[in-house]
């Protein structure tokens, strides 16, 4: 297991922090083709990573808290929705509901230090269409935060970082 999060999911970090993408040319229509269907699979593929690593979340938890910690890999994770894919962004959100749904105090106490909070609504904020799949996760999570497994000090957290921007939607 160690070997695993030393190597494989050490490599799926940096390719997560990896910027590859193409700026779209402007003077040629096929290129730009081709450079768009890049930024896409690219995106793709590190939806598939964050898959993988949103699996480890919740199969492996004291290994992964270890790791992720150390390796500042929920960091890594959230920075990838600068790229703006829907789908890269609904496996985005899916990881960090699984972080806050483990109910561990001490990813509790990483989250509100680093302020991921406000990196996380992002996402509710860049997302214009809240008839979809990514608001249903969001409001989920926040579903979970408030109501059903109610954590006083992480709620009141969120509320004093994102709480009037959540009051105007």
């Not at 001490?106 to 990483?110: L, R, S, T």
């Given at each position: 297991m160690e070997?695993?999060?030393e190597q494989s999911i050490s490599m799926f970090k940096a390719f997560l922090e990896a910027d590859g993408h193409f700026e779209l040319s402007q003077d040629n229509a096929c290129i730009r083709s081709k450079q768009t269907e890049f930024n896409r699979v690219l995106d793709d593929s590190k939806g598939l990573a964050?898959?993988?690593i949103t699996k480890c979340a919740a199969d492996h938890n004291f290994k992964f808290r270890m790791f992720?910690?150390?390796h500042g890999l929920i960091e890594a994770v959230l920075n990838c929705q600068r790229h703006k894919s829907k789908v890269l962004n609904l496996h985005?959100?899916?990881f960090?509901?699984?972080i806050i749904k483990q109910k561990d105090n001490?990813?509790?106490?990483?989250v509100m230090k680093k302020q991921l909070f406000l990196k996380f609504f992002e996402l509710?904020?860049?997302n214009q269409n809240k008839g979809n799949l990514l608001h249903s996760i969001i409001m989920d999570l926040f579903d979970h935060l408030f109501v059903r497994e109610f954590n006083d000090r992480l709620s009141k957290h969120v509320?004093?970082?994102v709480g009037d921007k959540m009051r105007r939607d």
């Open positions: 070997l695993f999060y964050v898959q993988l992720a910690l150390k985005i959100a899916k960090f509901k699984q001490v990813f509790y106490q990483y509710y904020e860049d509320m004093e970082l």
